[in-house]
């Protein structure tokens, strides 16, 4: 059975950091290309970031120099550090681990930004 798990979401005021986590289970999890993706009501589910096995990473324009993707391979978790957060960036954020054909989401976590 796969499960991927997320936590680290919340309130958090503009200028504010916080870490997601996302726990993977299942799967060889190494072999995985592990990513974010976030989507606010009423809006399409966009990329944040990713990271391939070999470790490469690419993150959206918009996240740049304030996010920061990162994987733990034997702890099989993926994390978002997301700094200087803005009211732009609430939303639902999901864990997506991609190997081939074989994708798995996780259920994700409320980021919520005041304004």
């Known amino acids: 059975q796969v499960q991927l798990v997320e936590s680290g979401g919340g309130l958090e005021q503009p200028g504010g950091s916080l870490r997601l986590s996302c726990a993977a289970s299942g799967i060889t999890f190494s072999m995985y290309a592990m990513s974010w993706y976030r989507q606010a009501p009423g809006k399409q589910r966009e990329l944040v970031a990713a990271?391939?096995?070999?470790?490469?990473?690419v993150y959206a324009d918009s996240v740049k120099g304030r996010f920061t993707i990162s994987r733990d391979n034997a702890k099989k978790t993926v994390y978002l550090q997301t700094n200087s957060l803005k009211p732009e960036d609430t939303a639902v954020y999901y864990c997506?681990?991609?190997?081939?054909?074989?994708?798995?989401w996780g259920q994700g976590t409320q980021v919520t930004v005041s304004s």
């Open positions: 997506k681990a991609t190997y081939g054909l074989r994708i798995y």
């Open positions: 990271i391939t096995p070999g470790g490469s990473t």
